[in-house]
């Protein structure tokens, strides 16, 4: 029994700056993502200034500026019906607060878009991936002040504008929920662990769901037929016992992250905000207009990420990496060499709380297994785990999508290997296509298939039948 509809959307995702490179080309300015370097303390202590003789792995990424077009076709090879990209905001606007955009950098989207749409993949936008322009920090010190709302709707206007012909699905933020954990890349602010950080945190989140919502309003104005989503890192917690402490804790600790998709697909703050602000002390600053925004720039649909689960104890240290909360070891999940378990179950789990939840479409938009790839004596890359994971990972999707589910598309993350987000690493990769690059910047960029490259045409060319 198929589950997949004609029409389901597979494909690839990216970030700009995670591919990109060309930091400093066509009159793009600096992001927050060019001043981190290598390594999984790269935001231990964050230094807004570009440092000599350190290495910055989005100043080149994989090249993808000038491969573009090669790389867009070798992906086309597989079939991929969709592509998602984000638009670097520093190159349309370099320093975020400039009168008028960067005509350069608007003329590159331009030709991504319609080499993507040559190849017949709907373009899938993230208007910002964790690539705040960093004049937005220094300057106004991020998120945390409100005039990037108006900043990101002019750069929205824009871009609405530009490619309203081009790009029918949108997503405002990349995992927005990020704003607690990951909170540099996320709400570009920087804050200490003290009393204050919860204040930053939802305050930060208060003006980036404004913004969200008046790019969705905005949108209608400018092509009522664009697809506008939020989009959050939503790997599932488990609670770690059946204690009722660990259970409610964990309970807590996902509406942590479901408040950002009960204001952008509700409309409104959760009745369960109320108490969270009242004890921690947390006083938002919050415009006349802000709430009748919420209210009217409902998103249509849900883009998350899903990568593992994690597992909840009451009372522990919540940290989170790019994949979601560093949680406690689960006994029964292998897990990959970074440390995140892989719970295939899981994506199912996911779709069906979140269906539940919400009742709108859900969207796939990252999903996959960062591993070391080595060649062997034929010069081929045997991904087996990789191809393992995807299969799994499909299977369950089906089963949701059997459950009841609506699920426009899935994405599988980094098609192609690229720089990681939470590690700056080249070596942790993703792709189907391999990037003769390593962490340190060496390597000729060269890019070979790997076995996995075929079996995901396969699932596409069979709409997920052949597994
Ligand atoms: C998501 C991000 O959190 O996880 C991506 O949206 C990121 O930008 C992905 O690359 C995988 O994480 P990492 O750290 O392995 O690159």
């Known amino acids: 029994m198929n589950s997949f509809q004609p029409n389901f959307l597979w494909g690839g995702a990216i970030a700009a700056n995670q591919a990109e490179g060309a930091f400093r080309e066509d009159g793009k300015g600096l992001s927050i993502a060019d001043i981190l370097p290598v390594g999984k303390n790269r935001f231990d202590h964050i230094n807004l200034e570009i440092q000599e003789h350190v290495f910055y792995p989005s100043h080149e990424a994989i090249d993808f500026y000038h491969t573009y077009k090669e790389d867009i076709k070798l992906m086309a090879g597989m079939g991929l019906k969709c592509f998602r990209t984000s638009i670097a905001w520093s190159r349309i606007f370099p320093n975020g607060d400039d009168e008028s955009p960067n005509e350069a950098g608007l003329r590159f989207y331009d030709d991504l878009l319609d080499t993507l749409l040559f190849y017949g993949m709907e373009p899938i936008i993230t208007i910002s991936h964790f690539e705040t322009p960093l004049n937005l920090v220094k300057t106004y010190g991020g998120w945390k002040n409100r005039k ?4 990101y709707e002019k750069y929205c206007e824009v871009i609405f504008k530009r ?4 790009v029918k699905y949108w997503m405002t933020f990349n995992e927005i929920n990020h704003a607690h954990t990951l909170t540099f890349l996320a709400a570009a602010i920087l804050v200490k662990e003290d009393e204050h950080k919860l204040t930053d945190v939802y305050q930060a989140s208060h003006n980036m769901l404004v913004a969200s919502a008046k790019a969705v309003i905005l949108s209608r104005t400018i092509n009522p037929e664009f697809k506008m989503g939020c989009m959050l890192s939503l790997s599932p917690i488990y609670p770690a016992s059946t204690k009722p402490n660990d259970i409610f804790s ?19 703050y959760p009745s369960y905000f109320d108490r969270i602000q009242k004890e921690n002390d947390i006083k938002l600053e919050i415009g006349e207009n802000d709430l009748e925004m919420l209210r009217n720039g409902t998103c249509d649909y849900l883009g998350f990420s899903y990568y593992r689960s994690s597992l909840h104890e009451e009372g522990m240290k919540i940290l989170g990496n790019t994949g979601g909360i560093m949680g406690k070891k689960n006994p029964f999940l292998k897990e990959t060499k970074w440390g995140w378990p892989i719970d295939p179950i899981g994506l199912r789990y996911v779709c069906n709380e979140l269906y539940d939840r919400y009742q709108k479409p859900l969207f796939i938009v990252e999903n996959g297994l960062g591993a070391r ?15 393992q994971y995807l299969k799994d990972h499909v299977i369950t999707m ?16 980094g098609p192609i290997d690229i720089v990681s987000a939470g590690t700056g690493e080249m070596e942790k990769r993703y792709g ?30 069979s709409n997920g039948k052949r597994l």
């Open 148 to 151: 990037l709302i108006d900043f």
């Open 163 to 166: 490619y309203k012909d081009k």
């Open 250 to 268: 964990s309970y807590e600790l996902r509406r942590r992250s479901l408040f950002y998709s009960d204001v952008q697909l509700r409309g409104y």
């Open 373 to 387: 790839d080595t060649f062997d004596d034929r010069g081929e890359i045997t991904d087996q785990e990789r191809m």
């Open 398 to 413: 089906s089963e949701a999508i059997r459950d009841g589910v609506e699920i426009l598309g899935y994405t599988w993350w």
């Open 432 to 461: 189907f296509i391999y990037v003769d690059k390593q962490n340190d910047g060496s390597g000729d960029r060269k890019r070979v298939i790997k076995k996995s490259y075929n079996y995901y045409k396969q699932i596409i060319e």
